[in-house]
């Protein structure tokens, strides 16, 4: 089950980064009207931090390299969740945030179990 939260995550954060780095802003303001409203620069670089995002959801543990990372990986995505809701709701688009809170959970649920693999792991 963790495993395939972190999977629908990352896919999740590595289509969003993508799609933020690759489209026209013209194509994603019609999806996302914000990113139409802010400089090119920000969009790009939510778009980078969301792919950055997916990678340290996966890497860490699948190639048990610092495998301790993905939890702050996670943790680092529920504060990134946080951001995105505080500039929807400060834009008046409250209506947005579902999808924040539903990553937020999620993210919350892969720190919380890899942290607890990574406390009960030998040595």
């Known amino acids: 089950m963790l495993w395939l939260m972190q999977i629908l995550l990352a896919v999740m954060l ?3 980064g993508f799609t933020k780095l690759f489209e026209p802003i013209e194509k994603l303001s019609a ?3 914000w990113t139409g409203q802010v400089p090119v ?3 790009k670089f939510t778009g980078i931090v969301d792919v950055l995002g997916a990678t340290g959801l996966i890497l860490p543990s699948l190639l048990r390299i610092k495998p301790k990372l993905t939890p702050v990986a ?3 995505l529920c504060v990134l969740m946080v951001c995105a809701i505080v500039f929807h709701v400060s834009r008046g688009e409250a209506s947005h945030i579902g999808i924040n809170i539903v990553f937020i959970g999620i993210a919350a649920f892969v720190a ?3 942290s607890r693999k990574a406390a009960i792991a030998p040595r």
Do not use: C
């Open 112 to 114: 919380w179990g890899r």
């Open 31 to 33: 999806m996302w009207p």
């Open 41 to 43: 620069t920000f969009v």
């Open 74 to 76: 996670a943790i680092a």
């Open 14 to 16: 590595l289509w969003a």
